[in-house]
């Protein structure tokens, strides 16, 4: 069972000779091992600034829960941002809940709602443009499907 992060490995990294991951916990035959890229016990800082949007955009894939959103926006005297929260399964109820890190905004859930309305009209296309590789169909609607699931999750907490 993986630990709060999702994740049932600790990694240890001496850079130019060795990368090492362990289980941080008993695994059984067959069990999956899970490492997640920002949120694992030697990740600098990437925790609090790399959110699941930023690992789409550097690694190419959406991962597994705990998804962490990171997003923001200064409009000066206009009604801005700041929005951290994480999207999780909920071990005991088997549901996907939300956990913010800041404090929640009226700009922050005007800006969820509208967004959530913009994506939930974005209708996939039956087939894929023929010069676009798979990998980047399939991870363009796996992120599309990440956000409206953490905005409509998020709202409604």
Known sequence: MPTGNGTNTHHSVEYGRRFTIKTNQPVKAGQELINSYNQCNNCGGWADTVGTPEMFRTFGFVENYPKRYILSRDDGDKQG???KFDIFLDEATDQLDAKFLVPLCK?????????L????????PNAKP????QWEWDGSWNILDAYKVAFGVALER
């Open 117 to 124: 309305r913009r994506l939930e009209r974005i209708v996939k």
């Open 130 to 133: 023929e010069m676009m590789p």
């Open 81 to 83: 941002y700041r929005l």
């Open 107 to 115: 700009g922050c859930v005007d800006f969820m709602a509208t967004e």
